[in-house]
């Protein structure tokens, strides 16, 4: 029976440098879970998601970058949600169930009754105490976040089957070859500590596996290539497929927002949804402006508090500013992320597009796509320092960091 005193904590997976090579080049000197999303690291979303948890004790990120590069970050956030925030680094990739195991003595250190587990590359509302509220009327091991998507996308995902009435999980497969549902994992789960068994029982099977002796050399060959080592154990094909119609998962479906940040195209989407839904969680982080004293502001936009944008530019909409831009008189923003100590000068335009740290748009120029979100060359990026020149056109192009351009480029990739 769950009390008012029962504890719960947060995993949140970060993966690391060898993951996310598709959000390059905007990962090159920052990891993909820092990069800002309408103004907020991407992580901080699921974090501050999970300060709405009742009685929730920790939160933990797990990945494999070095501990250096989230210090900072991990500091500042506990401080601002009043939460502790802790990272761990694995010694090696164990796997998204593999990972939460290895760790399992410091998650289970508070004596928790439930564990939350998230993918820090979801974009949603993370509707975390609803969540726990039908995972204890289910009574189950886990329950997962779903959504139902287009019957084309759904085999990019986990698609599953649940029944109509109770909501348990029925069957699972991963990306599967032909269609099986249009429901899909959303990455976002609540688990009893009764995980940690259900992971503990794949790694012991595979050990029991390995040093079975019947084998032929030939057979135990082709086991050896086709099998894992025992630590890495998968959440999906190890847990969820063979668990599923077991009475041990249900389901918690989403009628909301629901994205999955794989490149930076999809970040700028992303972005645009989390400003949307600033309106109703956090209206004081969106600029507001009529051209009179401060700039035209049309739709959500975030600007940081030390950004200078003149007051004949105009902004939005789905526009986030970040620390110490500057934005001159006549300038067009719409559909954007303007990173760190970026300049826009004169009547420049920039539509569809990233723009990176420290670079520069010279005056009259376009930097522009069609914002496809799907398509590789359907925004445009700037790496790190890279200059614009006046009157020069960018369209649907990805410059890498420390490039001039004095030339107009379209449908370009300049290395």
Known sequence: MATWEDKVVAVIMVGGPTKGT??????????????????????????????????????????FYEE??????????????????????EDKPHGSAGGLYYFRNLIMEELPSHIFLLNCDVCCNF???EMLDAHRRYGGMGTLLVIKVSAESANQFGELVADLVTKELLHYTEKPETFVSDLINCGVYVFTPEIFSAIQDVSLNREDRATLPHFSSFEALQLATR??????????????????????LYTYETMDFWEQIKTPAMSLKCSALY?????????????????TKNATIVGDVYIHPSARVHSTAKIGPNVSISANVRVAAGARLI??????????????????????????????SRVQAEGDYNSKLGITILGEEVTVEDEIVVINSIVLPNKTLNISVQEEIIL
């Open 127 to 129: 509707p975390l105490p």
């Open 227 to 248: 099998s894992l080592p025992t630590d890495f154990v998968r959440l999906d094909q190890d847990i969820l497929s063979p668990l599923a119609g077991k009475k041990k």
């Open 22 to 63: 598709r959000f390059r080049p905007l990962s090159f000197n920052t990891p993909k879970p820092l990069f800002p999303l309408a103004g907020q690291p991407m992580v901080h979303h699921p974090i501050s998601a999970c300060k709405k948890i009742p009685n929730l004790a920790q939160i933990f990120l797990i990945g």
């Open 335 to 364: 559909s954007c992320i303007i990173l760190d100590d970026v300049e826009i000068k004169e009547n420049a335009v920039v539509m569809h597009a990233i723009v990176g740290w420290k670079s520069s748009i010279g005056k009259w």
């Open 68 to 89: 250096r590069d989230f210090v900072l970050y991990v500091s500042s956030i506990s401080n601002e949600l009043k939460v502790p925030v802790r990272y761990l680094k």
């Open 275 to 291: 400003l949307a839904q600033f309106r109703y969680t956090t209206a004081h982080l969106l600029a507001s402006g009529d051209g």
